[in-house]
């Protein structure tokens, strides 16, 4: 059975750090891509970051680049996202999630239905 277990979420100032953890279970995350989503009340569920082994890639939506860092810890089947100088726009339910190896990953990572194994999700809020 395979389990996708998202923590680290909670209540934030802003400017602030967290870092989210996603641990896997039933699946290895050393030949899989594995992505951190969020949505938002009233919002659709938008891709934040992606990590590819087989590509040597990451991938940042253009809203978080350079405040948001996406890794992955082959040995305990792992993946974080830490989250630097958080603004109130970045509060959302966030999801981690994993896909079948997939060539030009770089073009699909964005794409939810890629994506067979969904963590439930943990709150990020982000105010003062």
Known sequence: QVQLVESGGGLVQPGGSLTLSCAASGVSLANRPISWFRQAPGKEREGV???SRSAG???YADSVKGRFTISGHIATNTAYLQ???LK??????????TAPRTATWAYYWVDSSRYDYWGQGT??????
């Open 83 to 85: 989250m630097n100088s």
């Open 123 to 128: 709150q990020v809020t982000v105010s003062s």
């Open 49 to 51: 970051s992606s990590i």
């Open 57 to 59: 890639s990451t991938y």
């Open 88 to 97: 109130p726009e970045d509060t959302a339910v966030y999801y981690c999630a």
